[in-house]
């Protein structure tokens, strides 16, 4: 099963199950998704529950109209519904943010859980190809950075269907970041995750690949440059664990510290820039609660810190790389010079 295919069967039977679950975005109807995720979705459920909002590229008016449209949303989920809102590129968000912070994150606080705001932004994520800087960023430690929200980034079919399914039916709102590049990406499925019922527990990492020597920490596209690391790191003798981390927020602080702790040694990988990012999060967490397990320094892999040059050959320089992971985690398994030392 494609991730796309995941997230489309997951919005899919969420809508069938709850009638009061909607869609709406840019070109989510007629033109049945920019990146064709809700296909099929306006001819079963109709334009009151698949709802195209404008777009336009005139830099004046395309402020108002993600801003419009997403407190449309937050204003829906104030009254029971589930609005699932789509963003064509995660970049476009910003426009939007007074709403998702401000309206979504803050509301149940505010209110003493009196409100409820049940809703899904989701959307395509980070780096994909050729797009440029203001097409490319990687919003997850922006939003996992703000109590009240959720932030969940899937990597695989399994990750897309069963995490989205959790931040439909949640009853806060949700930050659901998906990848572009993973959406023809095709994975194995087991029968319990085609199950209309299926959902994976939000809050919950996954442990991808069992190792004993090295744990490395990713969400998103990189879960599998990372599994890729780990089969080049065992050619050489090195059991790298990879975790998944699924949800950025709430983080799984057990399952990677527990990690830690028997292989002694970390590896975070993230694309977003690395000043205050997903990795620097996970790094204090681990110093603060299995500091006394580390063997060696940290190594935090993460995308560089420029905005997203839009040459190819400038562009794979700013987006980690398999090579990159196995040379981090061999400076933590003391196989490389480290990076201080050779320079």
């Avoid at 919005?11 to 869609?23: G, T």
């Avoid at 203001?134 to 980034?153: D, E, I, M, R, T």
């Avoid at 063997?295 to 320089?317: C, F, K, S, T």
């Amino acid at each position: 099963m494609t991730v796309r295919d995941a997230l489309n069967t997951a919005l899919d039977e969420e809508m069938s199950a709850d009638p009061k679950v909607f869609l709406m975005g840019e070109e989510v109807g007629e033109y049945q998704g920019a990146y064709k995720i809700s296909k099929g979705l306006l001819d079963k459920y109709g334009p009151e529950r698949v709802i195209d909002t404008p777009i336009t590229e005139a830099s004046c008016e395309i402020n108002q109209i993600e801003a419009g449209f997403t407190g449309i949303g937050v204003g829906a989920a104030y009254y029971g519904l589930r609005p699932i809102v789509e963003f064509m590129t995660f970049n476009f968000s910003m426009q939007a943010i007074d709403h998702i912070i401000n309206s979504a994150a803050k509301s149940n606080y505010m209110s003493a859980g009196q409100i409820s705001v049940p809703i899904v932004f989701r959307g395509p994520n980070g780096a994909a190809a050729g797009v440029g800087a203001q097409h490319s960023q990687c919003y997850a430690a922006w939003y996992a950075s703000c109590p009240g929200l959720k932030v969940l980034s899937p990597y695989s079919s399994e990750d897309a269907r069963g995490l989205l399914k959790a931040a439909i039916r949640d009853p806060d709102p949700v930050v659901f970041l998906e990848n572009e590049i993973l959406y023809g990406e095709s994975f194995a499925v087991s029968p319990e995750v085609l199950d209309s019922s299926f959902s994976i527990p939000i809050g919950k990492a996954k442990i991808e690949r069992g190792g004993k020597d090295v744990t490395i920490t990713a969400f998103s596209k990189m879960v599998g440059y990372s599994l890729q690391a780990a089969e080049i790191l065992a050619k050489d003798g090195i059991s790298a664990e990879v975790i998944n981390l699924r949800s950025i927020r709430p983080l799984d602080r057990a399952t990677i510290n527990a990690s830690v702790r028997k292989t002694n040694r970390l590896v975070t990988v993230e694309e977003g820039f690395p000043q205050h990012g997903v990795g620097a999060e996970i790094c204090a967490s681990v110093v603060e609660e299995s500091f006394e397990y580390l063997d060696a320094p940290v190594e935090r892999i993460a995308g560089a810190d420029v905005p997203m040059p839009y040459a190819p050959n400038l562009e794979r320089l700013a987006v980690p790389q398999v090579e990159d992971i196995v040379r981090a985690a061999k400076r933590a398994c003391y196989r490389l010079v480290p990076k201080s030392a050779a320079a």
